[in-house]
């Protein structure tokens, strides 16, 4: 957990660029804070964690979105994180 908080809390800027890519017409900071900070951590298990599958990321992400935010958030991030692996594999 450490490794993940602490990559996650040193590529923020990066992890918020590659968010605000991905979110055509909005500025990064009118995502919610939650939403963001979810979705910054989907990024970087996509990115470096091999045992957690882009699948399970992004639904996890959207599920805890829906929860604690609200349902268009969820299909926000949903958006958001699917455009962004569809563009990995493409890379791949």
Known sequence: ID????????????LNDI???YSIDWDVTRI???A???????IFEMQ????????VAIS????????????EAGAFVNGILGSYAR???SEV
């Open 3 to 14: 490794n993940v908080v602490m990559g996650v809390a040193n590529r923020v800027d990066e």
């Open 48 to 55: 470096n964690l091999p045992d957690v599958p882009t699948s």
């Open 32 to 34: 919610s804070k939650l």
């Open 87 to 89: 563009n990995l594999t």
């Open 60 to 71: 996890e992400a959207v599920r805890i979105v829906k929860l604690y935010d609200t349902e």
């Open 36 to 42: 963001r900070a979810v979705m910054q951590l989907a």
């Open 19 to 21: 968010i605000g890519k």
